[in-house]
C-alpha cells in the first residue's frame, strides 16, 4: 500500500533523501543498498530497479546536491569580478564542508576515479571558470590563456578544499584567502579582476 502511494518520481527522491543520510553518516563501504531498501519500505529488487548499484546511486545524490549548489551561485551586475569569484568560493566551501563525508567518498575513495561520480564537481568548478571568463569579457588567444590558468587554479581549488576538510586545522576564509592569492598570481597579469562585468572598470579603476 505504501509503495502504491508514491509515483516513480517521488519514490525516486525517497530513496534518494535515504542515501543522503545513510552516506553523510557512513564510509562509502559500510552503507548498504538493502538496508535503504528497509528504511524505505520496499524491496530490493525495487531499489534496484531505480538505482543498479550503490555507485550509481551516491552518484545520483551527489549531482542533485550540487544542483543547490548551481542555484546559489550567480555573477551579479554591481560586483567587481574579484569578489564575485570570492563569494562563489565561500559558497563552495560552505557546501564541501556542510557535505563533507559526500566530498570524501567522491573524491578519496575507491569509487573516486568513476567519470558520474566525479562530474558534478568538476561541472560545477567548470561553470565557475565559464562565468569568470563571461564577466571578465575575454576573447581570442586571450581568453584560452586565462580559461588555461583559471583550470589550473580550479585544481588548486579542489585539492585545498580536501586538504582543509581533511586537516580542519585552518579557517574556511584561510582556504579560501590561499586560493584568491592563487588566482591573483596566475591570472591578474593577463586580466583584470576588479573590473565590473559588463565592460565597466571596477571601483579602483574609476578612482
Known amino acids: 500500500m505504501a509503495r502504491s502511494r508514491l509515483t516513480p518520481d517521488q519514490r525516486r527522491d525517497q530513496i534518494l533523501d535515504l542515501g543522503m543520510e ?10 548498504a543498498m538493502e538496508d535503504i531498501a528497509t528504511h524505505a519500505g520496499i524491496s530490493r529488487a525495487l531499489i534496484y530497479h531505480y538505482f543498479p548499484s550503490k555507485k550509481e546511486l551516491f552518484a545520483a545524490l551527489w549531482a ?11 555573477f551579479m551586475a ?30 578519496r575513495s575507491a569509487i573516486a576515479v568513476d567519470p558520474a561520480v566525479r562530474s558534478p564537481i568538476t561541472f560545477e568548478l567548470n561553470r ?10 575575454l576573447a581570442g588567444s586571450s581568453r584560452d590563456l586565462v580559461s588555461v590558468a ?15 576538510l581533511e586537516l580542519h586545522t585552518f579557517s574556511r576564509d584561510a582556504a579560501v584567502d590561499l586560493c584568491m592569492t592563487a588566482l591573483d598570481a596566475l591570472v591578474s597579469p ?13 571601483p579602483a579603476a574609476a578612482l
Open 22 to 31: 545513510a552516506f553523510s553518516a557512513l564510509p562509502f563501504d559500510q552503507v
Open 128 to 137: 565557475l571558470r565559464d562565468h569568470t571568463l563571461d564577466a571578465l569579457d
Open 64 to 74: 542533485r546536491e550540487h544542483e543547490q549548489l548551481a542555484h546559489n551561485v550567480h
Open 78 to 107: 554591481g560586483h567587481t569580478v574579484r569578489s564575485q569569484v570570492r563569494a562563489a568560493l565561500v559558497a563552495h566551501y560552505t557546501f564541501y564542508e556542510h557535505n563533507m563525508t559526500l566530498m570524501m567518498i567522491a573524491n
Open 150 to 164: 583559471l583550470s589550473g587554479w580550479l585544481a588548486l581549488v579542489r585539492e585545498v578544499a580536501l586538504e582543509w
Open 190 to 202: 593577463h586580466a583584470d579582476l576588479d573590473r565590473l562585468p559588463g565592460g565597466l572598470p571596477g
